[in-house]
Nanobody, 123 residues
């Protein structure tokens, strides 16, 4: 089992920045590719970004490319999502997840999920 706890969400004005953190415990964190997803009420969970086990490879949804940066610190068992130039349409609950196999962008590739953190961007 991997336990994941997100933090860092909040209310920010459009154009502002937030940094989300996801702390992991349980099994060896560095064994897992990690991802960030977001979800609005009544909508499907949407891929945001992913990072390989060693942090060398990163992947982004087109909607956040150039604005968001995913990173990880395996010594601290933590993955981050730096979000810049935030837009109103970035408002969602953001989830971090640990992957077992499959494609980066599919939520079905991820076995473990955090409880989510709310990000609200005011326009």
């Amino acid at each position: 089992q991997v336990q994941l706890v997100e933090s860092g969400g909040g209310l920010v004005q459009a154009g502002g920045s937030l940094r989300l953190s996801c702390a992991a415990s349980g099994r060896t964190f560095s064994n897992y590719p990690m991802g960030w997803f977001r979800q609005a009420p009544g909508k499907e969970r949407e891929f945001v970004a992913a990072i390989s086990k060693n942090g060398v490879n990163t992947y982004y949804a087109d909607s956040v490319k150039g604005r968001f940066t995913i990173s990880r610190d395996n010594a601290k068992n933590t993955v981050y999502l730096q979000m810049n130039i935030l837009k109103a349409e970035d408002t969602d609950v953001y989830y971090c997840a640990a992957a077992s196999s499959g494609t980066w962008y599919s939520p079905y590739s991820y076995d473990y999920w955090g409880q989510g953190t709310q990000v609200t961007v005011s326009s």
